[in-house]
């Protein structure tokens, strides 16, 4: 039976999953609150959705740029996961939601691993499907934190660059790279993924394009072109209707074009 993408969840006018907002859901799971302050997470009902479409209990499912660590749902699922962080303190809020996981359901026991370091240095690993969401050149090159920001009418976004600060403190952070050392790097990454799945084993990257210079930038295109070059061929492509954090409301409020749609690409290591 060949199975369907979120099946349970509305699609808008341009088929777009529609999914839901996850506060209330992270809250109930072992996640520590912490980790609701961080403004790059991936949504755990999408999350859970790419895990449903392409494993199978027992599967080893790993995340080269894990963050917050939503891929530790996947324990729940039966699924054995590998997470690697650079960040000390993403590591760290890992750990306890680790902790926490084992807590909640002691058959996870075993089944997580967390390795704190550059995925570049501890790639490959051997895997069933890889999925994660990579992070943006020159995002996280924060030098310090603004007491006040002019583009926002609280302290919101002041919050966002404290957080940004502090769980960006790694030189090795490829969110700090320029565009071309970024692109260098992602290469690079892209080639260890391949590396590291079995034969049949797919690579899930959910990208949002980018708006600069009042321009769209197809991200997903470089990305295309990059995995193909690799040896990955199409396994599928979605798109959910993200409208984004608050960053994005903010421009959005402020008549500056906006991109509310995510890509969610999947390829695949040849059999």
């Known amino acids: ?9 509305p699609r ?19 996640f520590p609150e912490e980790v609701g ?23 080893v499912l ?19 996961v590998v997470l690697l962080e650079i960040e000390e303190g ?5 750990q306890q939601a680790m902790h926490n996981l084992h807590e909640v359901d002691p058959t996870t026991q075993g089944m997580v691993t967390l390795i704190h370091g550059d995925c570049r240095f501890v790639l490959p690993i051997t895997c069933n499907h890889i999925m994660f969401s990579p992070p943006y050149a020159g995002a996280m090159n924060i030098k310090k934190v603004r007491t006040k920001r002019e583009d926002a009418p ?9 957080q940004m600060f502090e769980y960006s403190k790694n030189q090795r952070n490829l969110s700090k790279l320029s565009t071309f050392l970024y692109n260098k790097a992602m290469e690079k990454i892209y080639k260890l993924c391949f590396e590291s799945l079995r034969p049949g ?39 959910w209707e993200c409208m984004g954090n608050a960053f ?6 402020q008549g500056k074009e906006t991109v509310d749609d995510e890509d969610i690409i999947i390829y695949r290591r040849p059999i």
């Open 154 to 162: 609280d302290d919101f976004l002041v919050e966002m660059d404290v």
């Open 248 to 253: 994005t409301k903010i421009a959005r409020s």
């Open 62 to 80: 790993l995340d080269p740029t894990s963050g917050t660590g939503s891929l530790l749902v996947g324990a729940l699922k039966g699924r054995r």
């Open 37 to 59: 302050k961080h403004p790059a997470k991936l949504n755990l009902h999408l999350q859970l959705a790419m895990i449903d479409y392409v494993s199978e209990p027992g599967q």
């Open 201 to 239: 084993g797919t690579l899930t990257i959910v990208i949002k394009d980018r708006i600069e210079g009042g321009e769209r930038l197809y991200l997903s295109k470089w990305v295309t072109k990059v995995c193909h070059r690799i040896g990955f061929e199409d396994y599928a492509w979605f798109k």
């Open 90 to 94: 993403y590591h760290k809020l890992q």
């Open 1 to 9: 039976m060949v199975k369907q993408f979120a099946p349970e969840f």
């Open 12 to 30: 808008n006018e341009h088929g777009w999953v529609k999914f839901p907002s996850d506060v209330g859901f992270r809250k109930e799971l072992f």
